[in-house]
C-alpha cells in the first residue's frame, strides 16, 4: 500500500480517467495523500494573441473543478495544476512531494512512441518512485 500517490490526468475525450483513478484507490493506504494531477502545456506567445482574452484564465478554472471532483473523491485528495512539458512536471512534481507510487495511463504505442517516447514511458524512465502504468 502507498501512501502518497500521485495520478496525472489528460482532461481530454481520448481519456477517460476512471480506471486510473480506481487502481490509486487500491493502492492507497488509510489516510493515503492522492493527489490528482493535470499539466497544462505551454501556449506560445503568438498564439495566446489569437486567443480571446481571459481564455487562458477560464481554462484553468474549468480544470480546476474537474480536478477538484475527482480529488474530492479520497479522503485525503488533493488537486494541482501544474504548467510545462508533462513528463518533466510529473517526475519533478514527484520529487518534490515526495511521491511513493504514480499511476499514470498510457495509450497503445505507435511507431513515433518507440522513437520519441510517450509520457508515461518517460515517467516510467525518470520517476523517483514505482510507477503503474495503465492500459
Do not use: W
Amino acid at each position: 500500500m502507498y501512501s502518497n500517490i500521485i495520478v496525472p490526468l489528460a482532461l481530454d475525450d481520448e481519456h477517460n480517467p476512471d480506471a486510473a483513478l480506481n487502481v490509486a484507490r487500491a493502492l492507497s493506504a488509510p489516510g493515503a495523500r492522492v493527489t490528482v494531477l493535470h499539466v497544462m502545456d505551454e501556449v506560445p506567445g503568438f498564439a495566446m494573441s489569437y486567443m480571446p482574452e481571459g481564455y487562458h484564465a477560464e481554462l484553468k478554472r474549468a480544470i480546476a473543478a474537474n480536478l477538484e471532483r475527482s480529488a474530492n473523491e479520497f479522503e485525503n485528495g488533493v488537486a494541482v495544476i501544474r504548467q510545462g512539458q508533462a513528463a518533466h512536471e510529473i517526475i519533478e512534481y514527484a520529487r518534490e512531494a515526495g511521491a511513493d507510487c504514480v499511476v499514470i495511463a498510457s495509450h497503445r504505442p505507435g511507431i513515433g512512441d518507440y522513437l520519441i517516447g510517450s509520457t508515461a514511458s518517460r515517467v516510467v524512465r525518470h520517476a523517483p518512485c514505482a510507477v503503474m502504468v495503465m492500459r
